[in-house]
């Protein structure tokens, strides 16, 4: 049974940090692309961060330069360092695991940003 579980998330001041992990169980993580996307209230799902198996990345815009993914394949984690953090960055953080038409979700967590 695949289980994807987030932590890391919670209220923090405008320009705060926050460290989102994801713990994967049931799946062969090193060959999965990993993910973290984000849906605030009343918005669509977006992708915020992602890597690839090889270790490539790519980020939202909106992110760019203040978020960093990264992942430890031997502990089969990714996690979402997130710095300079604002309003609009507030939302439920999903991870999810990829690899050809196969897709797993974890439940989320939600990162509140505000003062």
């Known amino acids: 049974q695949v289980q994807l579980v987030e932590s890391g998330g919670g209220l923090v001041q405008p320009g705060g940090s926050l460290r989102l992990s994801c713990a994967a169980s049931?799946?062969?993580?090193?060959?999965?692309?990993m993910g973290w996307y984000r849906q605030a209230p009343g918005k669509q799902r977006e992708l915020v961060a992602a890597?690839?198996?090889?270790?490539?990345?790519n980020y939202a815009d909106s992110v760019k330069g203040r978020f960093t993914i990264s992942r430890d394949n031997a502990k089969n984690t990714v996690s979402l360092q997130m710095n300079s953090l604002k309003p609009e960055d507030t939302a439920v953080y999903s991870c999810?695991?990829?690899?050809?038409?196969?897709?797993?979700w974890g439940e989320g967590t939600l990162v509140t940003v505000s003062s």
């Open positions: 049931g799946v062969f993580f090193s060959i999965y692309a």
């Open positions: 890597i690839t198996s090889g270790g490539s990345t």
């Open positions: 999810n695991a990829h690899w050809f038409a196969r897709d797993y």
